[in-house]
């Protein structure tokens, strides 16, 4: 792979993020967001200190940090993390994260590991690079592109020149990765690793697999949302899915951003996994590939289901799906008269697609119901995780 052009999938280089700032400040999204986030009375302010960053570094402490912390201020009840102590600055990981939210997830948790001296690359689907200011805001943030369509030799080339790209920043620039555990949201509350995820960063490196896996230093991350963002919306697209063929609109992708940024999310929590070289070391090296990286795509799965941070919402949701009243302890008649709230809200947003109003609210109660199901399927502890 010597030769091979990054390009079209690396992140902005510090000259090149220069002029992107000073286009992205003049951008209206960036009056939108910076308006909706700081107040209107504070756009010239932020656009000031924005535009006179010298660096991506300077950029991320001059406007990203202080937006994301703000969002989570008036988004969220509490940030709680786990596990983040375990991280070093000079052993760069593969993050495998649960996917919940298009931004949040990645933004929050980079924002967080600046706190432990930790700096982060960000995979990005080349479908969310919906508009300059988007592009633009992402390549500054280090985020790399994947290219996920094209005729089956071009996905295996942008497949290889990925996991290339991944393994010379993990190995030459000591950054870590995140990198989403499958393609898109998860919208049934179910994290479950692609397979696809783990062939892609086989592909690159040297030696047996064993070998090219364990050198990208897996380490499983976990986000818990109380209140999932745009549950509302992924509820209307299994609804739809469940009858038809879904098609986005031309905007939703750029909606649902913007949706996740802006809806309530009641508590979250953090979790990083225990890097999963160990974990490997057991696993059956005999295997055939397949086989073995479904084993290790179950085993990046259950960390991930042990680190969820369950809420009383998921365990009502668990005994509603189940006509059962086994969780009954783990809450209260106000955390019933919430989730009955968001079942009413969602209702009446959803009224013009004429649906069965049984199969939606299943559908809703499901998706808080999963990372309990999850939990005991694989005789996790139930209780939330220190």
Not at 230 to 247: A, L
Not at 303 to 325: G, H, Y
Request: charged share 25%; aromatic share 8%.
């Amino acid at each position: 792979m010597e030769g091979m052009d990054f390009k079209n999938i690396r992140p902005y280089n510090e000259r090149e993020a220069q002029e992107a700032i000073q286009r992205v400040v003049k951008q209206h999204e960036f009056k939108s967001i910076t308006s909706f986030v700081f107040g209107e009375d504070r756009i010239q302010e932020i656009a000031a200190r924005a535009a006179g960053s010298k660096s991506i570094s300077e950029f991320q402490h001059n406007f990203m940090r202080p937006l994301v912390w703000e969002i989570v201020k008036k988004t969220t009840e509490n940030l709680s993390v786990s596990g983040f102590k375990e991280l070093k600055p000079d052993t760069s990981h593969v993050l495998i994260g649960n996917h919940r939210d298009i931004t949040l997830d990645s933004s929050i948790l980079a924002t967080l590991l600046q706190d432990y001296n930790i700096t982060i690359a960000i995979t990005w689907g080349d479908n969310l690079m919906v508009s300059p200011f988007v592009t633009d805001l992402g390549k500054i943030n280090r985020t790399i592109t994947v290219f996920r369509d094209g005729s089956p030799r071009e996905i295996l080339l942008n497949s290889q020149r990925l996991s290339t790209y991944i393994r010379k920043i993990i190995t030459e620039e000591n950054l870590s990765v995140w990198i989403a555990q499958r393609k898109g949201r998860s919208k049934n509350g179910d994290d479950r690793t692609d397979l696809g995820v783990l062939k892609m960063l086989s592909l690159s490196g040297k030696g047996h697999l064993i070998d090219k896996i364990k050198s990208m230093n897996i380490r499983p991350v976990c986000v818990s949302y109380e209140w999932e963002p745009c549950d509302i919306q992924k509820v209307k697209e299994m609804h739809i899915s469940s009858m038809k063929n879904y098609v986005k609109s031309e905007d939703e992708d750029l909606n649902s951003i913007l949706g996740g940024v802006m809806g309530q999310k009641g508590r979250v929590h953090y979790a990083i996994g225990k890097a999963m070289n160990e974990a490997i070391d057991k696993l059956d090296t005999e295997l055939p590939k397949n086989e073995f990286l479904q084993l290790l795509a179950t085993t990046i799965d259950v960390e991930i289901f042990k680190n969820f941070r369950l809420w009383p919402n998921n365990f009502l949701a668990w005994n509603r799906l189940n006509q059962s009243n086994r969780f009954s302890a783990k809450y209260d008649a106000a955390a019933e008269w919430e989730f009955d709230n968001h079942i009413a809200q969602m209702l009446k947003k959803l009224q013009s697609l004429h649906g069965n109003e049984e199969e939606i609210i299943r559908l809703f109660i499901s998706l808080y119901a999963q990372p309990l199901q999850n939990k005991l399927e694989h005789d996790l502890p139930v209780d939330s995780p220190m």
